[in-house]
């Protein structure tokens, strides 16, 4: 069978990456990494529960907010270390290049937090080893937080041609954070803006950070132009000649509020953790004043925006709107498998938008940020109607050169975690290989990264061949583009590992099938749709899909998400950006007639349930809270 290596099998130094290594429940030891770290992330969290620092904090902040703002920082920090150590621990027989004996943390307080809680007899944890090169990083690092604290002090800039709106007088807005860019045909930031009846000038579309996904800003912007809705950058080096939006004062409004808030309890004896909590304390308080200053100067109401970083910006953002009395909103930007994503505090909206069952967006053991979840559909799914030009040209060039069944190859990002660089040269290599053994096969490519192939040298030979014969396509611009595009080719497709491209493709009304060789055997498909919509073998999915290929009536389930297309978006109208769109100028006109934040969000939820039905809004609770009911993962399964 191929598959993943087996945990106790002869491995060569330097050639295993972790989602290779199998742990003794039969899935990828990532997913044990998971476990772990978030583990000793809730112990040591709990350790800084109890010191006066963070109870003074709580008074200003919603406690499961910052409970999840320092769990996520304590997880991402020690995550690597706890990654090297579950190798040593699991598969001693592997010697990391990178390997040590101890887990070493460049924070030396974190180190002796982690040490606290410990568990693995094998590994030590230890604090940052002395060099040259970390003492001058470091040394490096703190100039550059001391001239950006500078700046915002003392310069006050625009961060754009436009005039920000500073007068009171002047409507509220929406804010947009730049994450793939404003081109209709494609993923867009604006999904949601055609039919909403927004006031374009209502709208600001902030640049915070370079992504790869955004694409050329200088043509972006000429595209915001266009459509009249103003933007601003909020980092240097982004937009030519343009530099950072600043206030140019010190705003100090929520660090003035600590330090003038009366003390509720003597520091505890518990040094390590007191300073932890108020070294990082000093970041987030900066941070929240930053973001409160944005909003105020833009006039900013709802804030919404796809993904949050590792840099828990989210978070924060979420924190500064609660002091603001804004709204921060969210949407699932893709289909998540729990438990292998790092969600900790990542969807940390006020409201976020569902495809269809929570089940399938959230994890009911993640930390995060107490929400309304509201079920919309698939937020692009304005592109699966219709045929593209391109779509059907492929489809006839792959007829001429004698394809009579096409399969849609959709593969996924891959690395040191539960999706690897040798499961995606077997999935390749087993397509390739049969589409160049039959004439009759063909295969349209959709890779995840527009560079995925050049990394990928083992499969150049083969791949060179399998296009000559005019049968294999890979599609370009592939950042940002619909899984749909390769989908409306072919008769089935297969998306590596249990993620949003074949979930979106069953959504457009495709045939298709999971190829998880990561083997998360807890995920609810396996229970109905085992060796039918998910596969954890390659060489069974291949033989699965020849039988379908020569007999369909021999394969009738195969690829067919029936059984749940309700639950993985009810709608599947095309209009899931139009229903966003149309919440989010209710909340607009509810703070227009002076409603607060709660009184907006009950407005709009009132409006929506009565157009689309009560049961597409319901709360949920993280951990701290009563987390998605029972019954809810229940008819999941």
Request: proline residues 6%.
């Amino acid at each position: 069978m191929t598959r993943a290596a087996d945990l106790h099998s002869p491995v060569s130094p330097g050639e295993v990456q972790i989602g290779d290594l199998i742990g003794r429940d039969g899935s990828s030891l990532d997913y044990e990494v998971y476990r772990v770290t978030t583990d000793y992330a809730a112990r040591i969290v709990e350790r800084l529960e109890r010191t006066a620092a963070y109870r003074q904090l709580a008074l200003m902040i919603e406690p499961r907010t910052l409970h999840t703002y320092y769990l996520q920082h304590v997880f991402t920090a020690i995550m690597p270390q706890v990654f090297e150590a579950c190798i040593a621990e699991s598969a001693p027989h592997i010697r990391r290049p990178q390997a040590e004996t101890a887990a070493r943390l460049p924070d030396p307080l974190l180190a002796e937090l982690l040490r606290s809680v410990w568990r693995n007899d094998r590994w030590t944890v230890r604090g940052p080893r002395p060099s040259l090169r970390s003492t001058i990083r470091e040394a490096r690092s703190s100039l550059k937080r001391l001239a950006n604290g500078w700046y915002l002090r003392t310069v006050r800039s625009r961060g754009s041609r436009l005039r920000p709106a500073r007068s009171a007088g002047v409507p509220r807005r929406i804010g947009v954070e730049a994450l793939q860019g404003v081109q209709p045909t494609r993923r867009s930031d604006l999904y949601w803006f055609e039919g909403s009846g927004v006031d374009p000038a209502r709208v600001l579309y902030y640049f915070r950070l370079r992504n790869l996904s955004l694409g050329p800003i200088d043509e972006t912007l000429p595209r915001l132009e266009q459509r009249h809705i103003p933007w601003v950058s909020l980092s240097w080096g982004l937009i030519e000649g343009v530099a950072p939006w600043s206030p140019g004062r010190s705003n100090a409004w929520t660090r003035r509020v600590l330090r003038c808030s009366p003390a509720q309890a003597p520091a505890s004896s518990d040094h390590e953790a007191e300073t932890f909590v108020m070294a990082r304390a000093a970041r987030l308080l900066r941070d929240i004043d930053y973001w409160r200053a944005f909003y105020r100067a833009h006039r900013i109401a709802v804030d919404t925006f796809l993904l949050s970083d590792s840099d828990a910006a989210g978070i924060t953002r979420r924190i500064a709107m609660d002091l603001e009395g804004g709204v921060t909103v969210g949407t699932q930007r893709s289909f998540y498998a729990p438990p292998v994503d790092q969600v900790h505090g990542t969807r940390p909206h006020h409201v976020h938008f569902l495809w269809g069952d929570p089940i399938h967006a959230f994890k009911p053991e993640i930390y995060d940020c107490p929400k309304t979840m509201v079920v919309a559909g698939y937020p692009f799914d304005a592109a699966f109607l219709g045929q593209q030009p391109e779509t059907a040209e492929i489809a006839s060039r792959l007829c001429t050169a004698g394809a009579r069944f096409t399969v849609a190859l959709l593969d996924n990002a891959f690395g040191d975690f539960y999706i690897t660089r040798s499961m995606i040269v077997s999935f390749y290599r087993a397509f390739l290989t049969w589409a160049l053994r039959e004439g009759d096969v063909g295969l349209v490519i959709k890779p995840k990264r527009p560079f995925q192939f050049e990394t990928l040298h083992e499969l150049d030979g083969l791949l060179d061949e399998a296009k000559r014969t005019g049968r294999c396509v890979v599609l370009s611009q592939a950042l940002g583009r619909f899984p749909s595009d390769a989908s409306r080719c072919a008769d089935l497709s297969v998306g590596l590992y249990l993620a949003s491209a074949a979930i979106e493709a069953a959504i457009g009304g495709h045939r298709a099938v999971h190829c998880d060789l990561s083997r998360l055997r807890q995920h609810p498909f396996y229970a109905w749709g085992y060796r039918k919509v998910v596969f954890d073998d390659l060489e069974e999915l291949v033989a699965a899909i020849q039988r379908y290929k020569h007999r369909p009536e021999d394969e009738p389930g195969l690829g067919d998400h029936t059984p749940v297309i309700d639950q993985l978006d009810p709608f599947r109208d095309g209009k899931a950006g139009a229903r966003i769109g149309t919440y989010l100028r209710w909340l607009l006109e509810a703070f227009d007639d002076g409603l607060d934040r709660d009184g907006a969000v009950a407005r709009a939820h009132e409006r929506y349930a009565a157009r689309w039905g009560a049961d597409k809004i319901m709360p949920f609770e993280p951990i701290g809270g009563t987390g998605v009911p029972q019954e809810m993962l229940n008819e999941a399964v």
